[in-house]
């Protein structure tokens, strides 16, 4: 039920946010490490709330949104660590701690409902593909949303802010689509092949599996676009917007419907 916070999830919860919320006040090095903290304690939250060491996991839109945020951040500290540039600027830890913050307070009172576990080892192998495509292709926006302002910037003889260079932007972006194309491909074959196993009931056509196949569309043409046409700036970036934007309406919208709306399970379809 929305607005009931698990007694377990309170006080994880609550140092978590605390924690990113002084990742996004403390400047330098000290954002980092609050940031790496925060991290870590987001960490222990999935593995509480989602009920990963008890018999009951909970599953909804927040957790998923929470499990994406937290998948992102660790991006963002691996990438920080391959390009030193990152780690000269406050500005990119700020708006990602102060997202994850809000990511932790939303999935404290929307915790999600129980899940039977129909598909066994299965259910969780699918919901771990499809959240890590989510969480590469929202990785891929941030670096869109980078590539796009550094691009602006140059037209205006202005240096990037980014970090980065504009070339080193827009191939991490398309390394990023392809990884999260590649996952969600995985996830929807995984959907169609065994869906009946995980979720009791045989594949159908609902808005859900609508979008996810509209998203990954999108994203083929993208793909395609880029090696065959070399679509880069603005056009690729809308492509990559819209096909991420039906990716968030396949399942977070629905999820936020069903839980919130309709009160019904994380499984109901």
Known sequence: MPFAIPFHALLPGLVCALAYALSALTPGRGARAALGL?????????????????????????????????????V???????????????????????????????????????????????????????????????????????????????????ESDSGLPLLTLERLTFRFVTAGFALLTATLAAGLLFDEHLYGTPWKWNHKMVFSVLSWVVFAVLLYGRWRLGWRGWRAARWLFTGTGLLLLAYVGSRFVLEIVLHRGPLTS
Request: hydrophobic share 60%; net charge positive.
């Open 38 to 74: 925060a991290w870590l304690m987001h960490a222990l939250l999935l593995g509480v709330g989602l009920g990963l060491w008890h018999d009951e996991p909970h599953f909804g839109f927040a957790p998923a949104l929470s499990v994406t945020v937290w998948l992102v951040v660790a």
């Open 76 to 158: 963002y500290a691996v990438e920080a660590r391959y390009y030193p540039a990152l780690q000269a600027r406050r500005a990119l830890p700020a708006p990602l701690a102060t997202l994850s913050l809000l990511a932790v307070l939303v999935s404290l009172f929307f915790p999600g409902q129980v899940v039977t576990h129909h598909g066994a080892l299965l259910l969780p192998l699918h919901w771990a593909l499809g959240i890590a495509s989510y969480g590469l292709f929202a990785v891929a926006v941030a670096h869109a949303l980078l590539m796009l302002r550094a691009e602006t910037r140059i037209r205006h003889a202005s």
